[in-house]
């Protein structure tokens, strides 16, 4: 509003970050490929060595792409929740609709040792995979939509969310007991997160559904805004609340469950970058709020990929361990400073 | 004297309200048949728990009548689209508003989301209605503060901010001097009547400040147990109308002050 010269300078600078980072996190690796050379080999130029254009576009550059669109995705996806619920601690994780993607993840591949029959060659085809957790995500937010509707007190729904995650991770151990010990791998390999071994047809795939979800954004910015002063108010300014609710829920569930799917569970992201933005931004406007969420989430996402990696090492951490220990202590930092927090 | 229907901008025909529950239905009171006219200023009166508050959710349509119905003008409100209601009743509720870092002048600007465009750009008429409607409230100079920083009677004069930016002919209005001192709620009080007399605005609110209620107001709605009733001052009077509104052990009307006052022993 008045001060959008401020927001569009801070949004740039965001921008400008995103990309640096991303130079600096194709460079870095168990080979490391000086910046010079990685700029030359994207604009489609030849390197010194042809092993670097192999690394570059068949594993670091997939890589950056789905950290960014997987850091951003998560990231709005919590803002969005938090709007909506009014409640700083909504997220995709605490409402267990990551939780849901699991379980329908769990439900395909521990499935297959337990029914065997068509889970079998499905579990090994990452798109059943992907429609899996989607379907997971989807359901899991279905049943918090439709508490949703009989709760108005957010707090309880938030308590329900919980819930909804406590049992899904039961129903995981139940199904882990009766698996055999390669399917077990298997899930747990996913369950680890991991941004790396997407094929660009995926990275296709993975950018026309995170299309499709953040196109949902369009329609829901004065929405959110007016949702800044509680549903009542809303309403009164001419927003069509169930409608609004509808498109938010729909966006959230189709970015968790595509974001999950292609990169498994990560933590974190969805609770704290909104936060950590809000403290930086200091504005509510989610005009500014979603453009500047999604490029911390993917600030945040390319560095915990950066040190997951190792660097100079052979090793690759867990994405989803790396960003919950990182994050933790940031944000419990952050409000212990600043003593309260805000949607 | 009888009463001129031409200009009812709302009225309500055997409206019954309450809160629907699961399996039961709690009607807090039932046939209530006003009509507000335009340009009144109309303050509801009653008891604590007598349904000021939830008659005032339902002629806004934030909540739906369990029997009867609401008009607006001709139409009935629960038919009227948000969007189109949005443009000619606007509010100042209870509710409390959650945490956010949106600014006084952002808060405002909200009122302007029934005119603006899909991401909510204002355009120069938007800014001179906001700036309008925080000079007659005496907010711009809060203009950058956030709203969690202000008192109670600053956020109640930057919720009728917001309430006339989004520039409708109806402001309903909660208890906006609930939490209030003597003082402030006295400016609240000045400041609607003003709203009333200069931009011939149609003003409803509820109030505990009866004695304040009666004086500026010039139509009361009283609800007691028995009854919902409107009128002006003199004609409520004239019915002793004022007498059911307390038990009159404690309280008693004075009919020469036209004012409640405590009983003596």
Known sequence: MILQKKYSQQLIGMLLLVVILTLVSISLGSVSIPISEVIDILLGGQSSKSSWDFIIIHFRLPKAITAMLAGSGLAICGLLMQTLFRNPLAGPFVLGISSGASLGVALLILGASIFGGVFTSLALSKWAVVVASSFGALLVLLAVLLTAHKIRNTMSILIIGLMFGTVTAAIISVLTFFSDAQQIQQYLFWSFGSLGNLSWNEIGAFTIIYGFGISGLLFIFKPLNALLLGENYAKSMGIHIVRSRNIILLTTSLLTGVITAFTGPIAFVGLAVPHITKLIFKTSNHIVLVPAVGLLGSVVLLICDMIAQLPMSEFTLPINAVTSLLGAPVVIWLLVRKKKVYL | MEKDHSNVIISTKDLGIGYQGKKKMTLIQRKINIEICQGDFMVVLGRNGIGKSTFLRTITKVQPPLE???????????????????????????????DSQLTVFELVALGRQPYTNWVGKLTSEDYQKITWAMKETDTQALSNCHFYELSDGQLQRVLIARALAQDTEIIVLDEPTAHLDLHHTIKIFQLLERLVREMKKTIILSSHQVNLAIRYANNIILMTNNRVISGSRASLQEDQAFDDLFPSEILNFDRTIEQFVVQKK
Do not use: H, N, W, Y
């Not at chain 2, 001709?74 to 508003?97: C, G, P, Y």
């Open chain 2, 68 to 98: 009867g119905a609401v008009f607006l003008g001709q139409k009935e409100l629960q038919a009227i689209d948000d969007r189109i209601l949005s443009k000619k009743m606007s509010i100042v509720l209870t509710d409390r508003i959650p």
